[in-house]
């Protein structure tokens, strides 16, 4: 795919979501950290269901700590892998009281740090919290990006290096989302809406479907 190609996605994708934004609630980057490390195979709607419960009782790293694990684990029992998820948030927590003064580090090095929080978990949170260019790849934008050939790798490491090259920088801000959302309701693994897509003419996946 040429550059020319990419550039007339993104601006597409621009004019029709012109503002996206994460389907994750949240309204601190302490919330969207911990709604993020929940959302690890798991589905938004999944996660805001029981970050509503939540977060209105504890939502800083001081209270959710004071819960403990059992405590955290009665509100997030109905996510995927909650057990570890629970003990993953509470180190977190205590990491953050004790070294970072409560407050969620704004660069990558201690992010990653924390207990439970890998290379895209760090990216969304650097990106959605923190308004940094960086591309946290998901299931959603390694299908998108392959599949359309805007960006091709056999890894999630190799996508996000060729998308933060390939896309142009006045995109790359908002990227992440417009990806993960196309992927999400158009692009879909199993059968793409190619005939209600917004960008089929430029996308140059060989199996197209009506």
């Known amino acids: 795919m040429n550059a020319a190609k990419r550039y007339e996605i993104f601006a597409r994708l621009r004019e029709a979501n012109p503002h ?6 949240y309204s601190s980057p302490f919330e969207l950290l911990v709604a993020v490390t929940l959302s690890a195979q798991a589905t938004d709607v999944g996660v805001n269901k029981a ?7 504890a939502n ?3 209270a959710i700590y004071a819960l403990g694990i059992d405590g955290l684990k009665t509100y997030i ?11 993953n948030i509470i180190k977190a927590c205590k990491m953050l009281i004790e070294q970072h003064h409560s407050v969620v580090p ?15 978990t760090a990216n969304v949170v650097l990106n959605t919290a923190f308004g940094q260019p960086v591309m946290a790849v998901d299931t959603h934008i390694f299908r998108v990006s392959n599949r359309t050939k805007i960006a091709t790798g056999k890894n999630v490491q190799e996508v996000e290096q060729k998308l933060i090259r390939f896309i142009p920088k006045e995109f790359l801000l908002d990227a992440h989302h417009w990806l993960i959302l196309h992927g999400r309701y158009t692009c879909i693994a199993r059968k793409p809406r190619c005939g209600s897509c917004l960008i089929e003419d430029l996308c140059e996946y060989k199996d197209k479907v009506e």
């Open 51 to 57: 970050t509503r419960k939540l977060f209105p009782i």
């Open 106 to 120: 704004d660069n990558r090095e201690d992010l990653e740090a924390l207990p439970g929080v890998g290379r895209k």
């Open 60 to 62: 800083t790293p001081e």
């Open 77 to 87: 029992k109905t996510i995927g892998l909650y057990n570890a998820k629970a003990e």
């Open 20 to 25: 996206p934004k994460t389907e994750l609630e």
